[in-house]
């Protein structure tokens, strides 16, 4: 698929230099590449499980720690409303009427600089387990181009941050990233199954379902459909 | 949305119900496939179940066998949103179109697309073979467009290789344009900002879909496909939107006795 051009693309940006690098490394190299290639004054990944409890994993950029500390002291702000809502929230000119959703933020990340603030969910379906937040010290909204890279990022920071827990003592972790692919349907179907069958979150599901693809050297797709055919099962 | 919708089992080479020599029904079902297309604003719209609606309506109006949309995920490709029928075989011929067939075609171009059997394998040679194991031969897809952004594509299968007429052709564009404008508002389609905000809500949903689809076969132990219906059994009965009924699934908010009594013989 074409996304996973683009995925190899970035993840051989940030892997390059040291392959055994760990997720809070990998997330930190993320970050320098978004700045880097989207002229950004900061990016940063924040991890949530509610509105109180967010903390920054890693970042890049003047600004990077910026946008997330205020929100975390306003309590308000864009990165709260896309990780509860799961979906993006772009203010290209944080000075415009629809950053008026949250003025107090708004006005602080002007005085401190900061003129568009992205921010981009790490979801899993419904849920998710933060942000990635990229922020500008000039409006303007980014170009298509950047925007799939920025998601791609964030795709990847996620998945990051899922397989770590999994990745210890097994494969590194980016070469349990590098496997693509994880967004076809049977994988989605899959891990509602094995969900179900460990009792477990969306989340853990599909990060025990792709490292154990990679423990087993086969494609996650194939894994997956074993999974939906019933031929394996988790829980045993 | 149909009560023929989304789970209609349509087999390869049905024609739907809208025969020829039947157009003043064909005209009295296209106007309220229109309707349905229009009533986008009300306050449980949801982008999944209005175009599971679409491509049930398009495959009855238009005589194909099967039909899915598809819309740009972002990240330069694009994903299966809705499909007349949720059977694997088809799903997995949308999502083939990531990489080539029709779907991928109107979408970069922003025409229309329609190819018979020979054309097709000279066309997309990976995607073809795959299309006419699942008993498909001729193929069209149209974009979804909102002035001069593209979003997506609907894809139509016919099970013979008869091309679709001039005027099938411009119902399914008629169609397919008026759902982009229906599902991106006005405003969306100026602002790029809500446009991927909109088009990332809709490729969430799929995804809870797709996961709760596991679940419940999981729960329920019963295929995939039979757990769709079991979906969509318990949305129009309880009246609620796909999507919602999808995340309370995963979130373990309806109990599988709950879901048990709908389905998927229902």
Known sequence: MPEDGRRTRIM??????????????????????????????????????????????AGAGRHARTVTGLQMELGEGPCLDAHAHGIPVLLPDLSAESAN????????????????????????????????????????????????????TADIARDAVLY???????????????????????????TGMIAAQLDDTIANALARLRAAAFASGRPMYDLAQDVVERRVRFDD | MTETGAGRPVEPGDCGPAGRGDDVTREAVLARAFVRLADTLASDFDVVDFLHGLSADSVEILRAAAAGVMLADGRGGMRLIASSDERMRLLELFELQGAQGPCLDAFSSGRSVQANAADSRARWPDFAPQARDAGFQLMCAVPLRVRTDVIGALNLFRGSDEPFTGAEMEIAQAMAEMAAIGLIQERAARERNLLTTQLQAALN???????????????????????????????????????????????RRIPSAALARHGPHF
């Open chain 2, 205 to 251: 949903s799929r995804v809870i879909i797709e996961q709760a689809k596991g679940m419940i076969s999981e729960y329920l132990t019963m295929t995939v496909d039979d757990a769709f219906k079991v979906l969509r059994n318990y949305a129009h009965y309880h009246n609620r939107r796909l999507s919602e009924v999808a995340s309370d699934v995963v979130d």
């Open chain 1, 101 to 152: 959703r949250w003025p107090t933020f708004a006005a602080a990340a002007l005085a401190a600089g900061v003129h568009a603030e992205f921010s981009l969910p790490l979801t899993v379906g419904h849920g998710g387990i933060g942000t990635l937040d990229l922020c500008r010290d000039r409006t303007g909204m980014l170009s298509d181009e950047h925007m799939a890279d920025a998601l791609v």
């Open chain 1, 12 to 57: 051989a940006a940030v892997t390059s230099k040291d392959a055994a690098a760990g997720a809070e490394e990998l997330v930190r190299r993320l970050c320098r590449f978004a700045v880097d290639e989207m002229a950004l004054s900061g990016c940063a990944l924040v991890l949530m499980s509610g509105p109180e409890s967010a903390s920054v994993l």
């Open chain 1, 164 to 190: 770590q827990q999994y990745a210890t003592g097994g494969p590194g972790l980016p070469e349990l990233l590098a496997a693509t692919g994880s967004d076809r349907i049977v994988i989605h179907q899959a």
